[in-house]
């Protein structure tokens, strides 16, 4: 893969919502839809550096979303080709496996990309039901709280949402967003960490430009990132692991002026 070109510091991409020690992600080019670029990691620092902007934010947040979309029909990712489907979030109702049919599409051209790259795109969540995000988010917010419980609320909920949504706006509960890996010969790679790691048990190695993720990890990863911006998706730069396409976030990244997809 090529150079990654990299937006001008002064873009809304390297806006910043908080100083913490946490995490040193420092400057970050935002992925655009159709321009090939990624999030990218500028210098890191000591002392700490600007977060990228999250989920949590009043920018993401407030996005409208189109009142123009049809109802959501789910597909199911089993139908996709070349698509492993992953049972490790498998739930009775089969929600874990199914997809907008627009990221069906994208996933398909994702998938046929890793083929000819000697790579298996593997499929570990998409649609995830609101009870279920909001049980997420709530567990995560507890265990966070109860590690500092002089943390406002409002810091609770930002650095909740750096690996769990808040439930009215997470992008798996409108159908768009996908979790994924990649494997070779059936055997899963390793990309840095666990897919679904915390910042905390991973010492950042969740974020996707984080420089402690060398090697061969980091050659998964840069295929990765090919793989998925070029099938039009926006990673979360938190997770190296999810992306999506047509949520808040995602209109946020490509500057767009509403989503396409809400919480269904």
């Known amino acids: 893969m090529g150079p990654v070109p990299v937006f001008d510091p002064g873009s809304r991409a390297h806006d910043s919502i908080r100083r913490a ?5 420092h400057r970050c080019a935002r992925s655009v839809r159709g321009a090939r670029v990624v999030w990218q990691c500028g210098p890191w620092c000591d002392e700490g550096v600007v977060e990228t902007v999250l989920l949590s934010d009043p920018r993401v947040a407030t996005i409208p979303v189109s009142t123009d979309v049809d109802e959501a029909i789910l597909s199911d990712g ?5 698509l492993v489907i992953d049972p490790r979030k498998a739930d009775a109702a089969g929600c874990w496996s199914k997809i907008r049919p627009e990221i069906f599409e994208m996933l398909q051209t994702a ?6 790259n000697g790579l298996t795109l593997r499929l570990v969540e998409g649609y995830r039901p609101g009870f279920l995000q909001a049980r997420y988010f709530e567990e995560y917010l507890e265990s966070l709280r109860a590690e500092d419980p002089n943390r406002s609320e409002t810091e609770l ?20 967003a996908v979790d994924v890996t990649l494997e070779r010969d059936g055997v899963e790679l390793d990309l840095g960490c666990p897919v679904n790691a915390t910042p905390e048990c991973s010492n950042g190695l969740c974020f996707t430009d984080h420089p402690g993720v060398t090697g061969a990890a980091a050659e998964n990863r840069r295929a990765l ?14 997770e190296w692991w999810h992306w999506s396409y047509g949520d808040r976030y995602w209109a946020w990244a490509t500057a767009s002026h509403e989503a396409l997809f809400g919480p269904i």
């Open 111 to 116: 998938a046929e990309h890793a083929s000819r």
């Open 157 to 176: 909920r930002s650095l909740a949402a750096r690996h769990v949504s808040p439930p009215e706006i997470a992008p798996h509960t409108a159908g768009a």
């Open 78 to 82: 089993v139908g996709v080709p070349g």
């Open 21 to 25: 020690p946490e995490f040193r992600l």
């Open 225 to 238: 990132i090919d793989i998925m911006t070029t099938a039009g998706f926006v990673n979360y730069p938190t």
